[in-house]
């Protein structure tokens, strides 16, 4: 079986303080850790340290960050590097996320510089790829999704696949309130593992494929029950640690 995940992208939001206090209710809803799937949350930069201390030593919480630099180290004025979260104990990293291809410019080439800089430290990286509404509507979104599979994970070595998680967020999903429908998603997920056991081998087979996108609690259930669905990326409804907490239940119940 593939590993399941429900990961939450928390964006530029949240303080330490309130990190503290999300991590510390989550712990409060688990009586017992999940057995079935992982638990990561992406928090900025700043609030790593402080979830990484709330959930110290606990099974199957992880903390991620929600980029990283190509470069080790050097004169690279605000960027983050690879080795500085394994240093602060992320264990995750988002790469390639929509917001950033959009707002910060990220090219494939970057983002496959990134990569290869986050699997060298031994990070599990969550490559995230997606069509523009345009590009559905087009009927092209198999065509970009499958550059954006190929230029940035095409030279990757099948040795890496165990620290390769993809994440597939349609972008007109994202934040919108619009959820693809668990079909759509579902024909994307199949697509995408056809596709990677094309270019990195049949063992990317097991690699984990979340959706992202307008994820709730009242549409979790019907797209974790998809076959090739291992999890998602939640944006709003990974704010709240009961919301959360909610749609990783609707996992256990897909499971079940
Ligand atoms: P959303 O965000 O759940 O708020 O749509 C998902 C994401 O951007 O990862």
């Not at 790593?48 to 960050?65: N, R």
């Not at 007109?172 to 994307?188: L, R």
């Amino acid at each position: 079986m593939r590993r399941k995940i429900i990961a939450g992208n928390w964006k530029m939001y949240k303080s330490p303080a309130e990190t503290r206090e999300f991590g510390e209710e989550l712990k409060q809803l688990y009586k017992t850790p999940p057995k079935d799937y992982e638990i990561c949350i992406f928090p900025t930069y700043l609030c790593i340290d402080s979830l990484v201390e709330s959930w110290k030593g606990l099974e199957g919480f992880h903390v991620g960050a929600q980029n990283c630099h190509w470069a080790n180290m050097g004169a690279y004025t605000g960027e983050i590097s690879a080795a500085m979260l394994v240093d602060v104990q992320a264990d995750h990293v988002l790469i390639g996320h929509s917001e950033r291809r959009q707002y910060q410019k990220e090219t494939h080439q970057e983002l496959q510089a990134k990569v290869m800089a986050a699997l060298g430290f031994d990070l599990q990286v969550v490559y995230c790829c997606g069509e523009m509404l345009d590009d559905r509507q087009a009927d092209k979104h198999f065509d970009v999704v499958t550059r954006q599979l190929d230029e940035v994970l095409g030279k990757l070595h099948p040795r890496a696949l165990p620290n390769l998680i993809v994440a597939y967020e349609p972008v007109w999903a994202i934040g919108t309130g619009v959820t693809a429908t668990p079909a759509q998603a579902q024909e994307m997920h199949a697509f995408i593992r056809r596709h990677l056991k094309k270019i990195l081998g049949s063992k990317a087979e097991r690699t984990p494929i979340l959706y992202g996108g307008s994820v709730k609690q009242n549409n979790a259930l019907s797209l974790f029950s998809m076959g090739d669905i291992d999890g998602a990326l939640i944006g709003g409804a990974s704010l709240q640690a009961g919301d959360f907490w909610a749609i990783a239940q609707a996992m256990s119940q897909a499971l079940s």
